[in-house]
């Protein structure tokens, strides 16, 4: 019987489904909600020391509808907790009480400052959280004031802060990563090589979800402007699959014993299969869940170990990484094809000689001009 159970940095998951930070984990009560239906992680919405500069509009979401009207894509320009962290502090302690076997993680961001990142872990790991994952990558409001994104796209900045971060706890740590970078491995390199435990990859994609064909503004729309966003939900899987590959790939070659949290338009167990088959050690959901519901943990279970069961996987880790080396160049798929194709055409044309070798020749189009000679020999009596 197959199971969900890994380990992960150290840390026991009942099961790999982790909620990830944003609207499903914005404060204790849902937290708590999520952890009854059965999620064996959350990162809580990300924290900062100072909730008072983070002010939010109405409306941030746009979504993208497919014709029989299912969103599959989502857009948000909504900014981290508005939650003071006084308050956030007294409900991951109640949350570790009520829920000790579960994983709370300490999603947090600070400005480019030792001492707030020193002061934010302090106090969040004597509230009790399990592990912490950086948020270096939101990608709208928090970067005008150097956070988030504006931190995760400079690889330089990554080294100083994770070093910090590094010094400052022995907890694990994850690095969470933009998609907005030409090749996430620089980033995610430097984070590790600063001595971070794992990459959570990705954040929402940089967006512009459409244009009100009435008003002729940019949405969402706020007093008639807008701003870019950030996409996420289904259609950034195959995005974020193959930044999961590349990162699962650094991971291989580089740093072997980090780990890897698959993010970005997983709602099946099926699609959790997929990251993890790309070498991730858990997934998260976000949007998934502000579609589908806290319940959608129990249908994703039961998906990824019918998987699991179908091909006998016994763990997570039986199939971690299987689909990673099969990535190649495109030079090399051609070579490949080139190779069946000669070996088919040789077995083809030895299967044809034997054949005729066997019968002789009974019929005209057997006939060969290379070894009409031999064929005719062959036919003497
Ligand atoms: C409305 C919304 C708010 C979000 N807020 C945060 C946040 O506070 N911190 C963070 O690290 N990621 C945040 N995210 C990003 C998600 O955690 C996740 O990386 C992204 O949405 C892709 O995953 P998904 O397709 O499952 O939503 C937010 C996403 C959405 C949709």
Same mark, same amino acid.
């Given at each position: ?180 970078? *030409?090749? +996430?491995? /620089? ?7 600063? @001595? &971070?435990? #794992? $990459?959570?990859?990705? %954040? ?44 699962? *790939?650094? +991971?291989? /070659? ?7 949290? @698959? &993010?970005? #338009? $997983?709602?099946?167990? %099926? ?111």
């Amino acid at each position: 019987m197959p199971t969900l159970e890994t380990t992960v940095n150290g840390i026991k998951f009942p099961n790999p489904f982790v909620i990830a930070s944003g609207p499903p984990g914005t404060n204790a009560r849902v937290i708590c909600r999520s952890f009854a239906e059965g999620w064996g992680g959350a990162s809580a919405k990300t924290v900062s020391l100072d909730a008072s500069k983070i002010v939010n509009t109405a409306p941030r979401y746009g979504r993208l509808k497919s014709g029989d009207g299912e969103p599959y894509g989502w857009e948000n320009i909504e900014l981290i907790s508005t939650m003071p962290l006084e308050r956030w502090l007294d409900e991951f302690k109640e949350i570790k009480d009520k829920y000790p076997d579960r994983v709370l993680i300490a999603s947090i961001m600070e400005e480019f400052n030792k001492d707030a990142w020193f002061e934010i872990i302090e106090r969040c790991e004597s509230a009790g959280v399990d592990m912490f994952e950086c948020n270096f990558s939101c990608p709208h409001g928090l970067p005008e004031r150097k956070m988030g994104a504006a931190m995760g796209e400079d690889p330089a900045i990554l080294t100083e802060v994770c070093g910090w971060v590094r010094q400052a706890t022995t907890k694990p740590v994850w690095a969470k990563m933009t998609p907005n970078v *030409t090749h +996430i491995e /620089d980033p995610s390199r430097a984070a590790l090589a600063a @001595g &971070i435990d #794992g $990459i959570s990859a990705i %954040n929402t994609i940089r967006s512009v979800i459409g244009v009100d064909l009435e008003t002729l503004r940019p949405m969402p729309t706020v007093e008639g402007y807008s701003t870019v966003g950030g996409y996420s939900s289904k259609a950034i899987k195959p995005i974020s699959l193959r930044m999961n590959m590349e990162v699962a *790939t650094l +991971i291989h /070659d580089e740093f072997p014993g980090r780990t890897l949290s @698959g &993010i970005g #338009g $997983i709602e099946t167990g %099926n699609d959790a299969a997929e990251f993890i088959l790309l070498g991730a050690d858990t997934v998260q959901v976000c949007t998934g869940v502000m579609l589908h519901g806290y319940d959608l943990v129990k249908k994703m279970s039961d998906q990824l170990l019918a998987f699991m069961d179908k091909h006998g996987f016994e763990t997570i880790d039986d199939f971690k990484g299987k689909a990673l080396p099969y990535f190649t160049t495109h030079s090399d798929l051609v070579q490949r094809q080139a190779k069946v194709k000669a070996e088919k055409e040789a077995a083809r044309a030895a299967a044809k000689a034997a054949e005729a070798a066997d019968q002789g020749i009974t019929q005209d189009e057997n006939w060969d001009g290379d070894d009409f000679v031999k064929q005719s020999d062959e036919l003497v009596g």
